[in-house]
């Protein structure tokens, strides 16, 4: 019966350091957010705004792989960018092509202020990140 416990004591053991680490935000023992968390992963489906906004984008002569563009700001107010795409391609000149398209357009038609930058994730087919930017000053 001493064997067994020990067997199960140790990986709690050594786990519980580990999981001590982990924090659910990327807050400061005060509450305030050093950073706004960005995920690293998303869904291939765009929620049904994001799809209306890439369809205006789109018709307004933008990016015809675009299918999904949400908008929101974070806690300073910096524009947060998520981009849906069908386009594979993570070569830096296309990103580029998109994101002067992209900011052009949110400023343009959807009156969008990019004053104090913005930051954009640009989500491939498969789901997974193929960009992210911090165009903050």
């Known amino acids: 019966m001493r064997r ?3 067997l199960a004591v140790l990986p709690i053991a050594v786990a519980l350091p580990l999981v001590g680490g982990c924090t659910l935000d990327s807050g400061t023992a005060d509450g305030h957010f050093t950073e706004f968390p960005q995920p690293t992963v998303t869904t291939t ?3 049904d705004p ?3 906004l890439a369809d205006r984008y789109r018709v307004s002569s933008g990016n015809k792989d675009v299918y999904g563009i949400q908008r929101a700001d974070d806690p300073s107010g910096v ?3 998520t981009v849906w795409t069908h386009s594979a391609d993570e070569d830096a000149e296309p990103f580029d092509r998109l994101k002067v398209s992209l900011t052009d357009y949110l400023q343009r038609e959807e009156n969008v202020n990019l004053g104090k930058g913005y930051l954009m994730d640009v989500f491939g087919p498969d789901g997974s990140i193929q960009h992210r ?5």
């Open 133 to 137: 930017l911090d165009a903050r000053p």
């Open 50 to 52: 994001a799809v209306r």
């Open 45 to 47: 489906v765009a929620p």
């Open 79 to 81: 524009p947060l960018l």
């Open 4 to 6: 067994i416990v020990r």
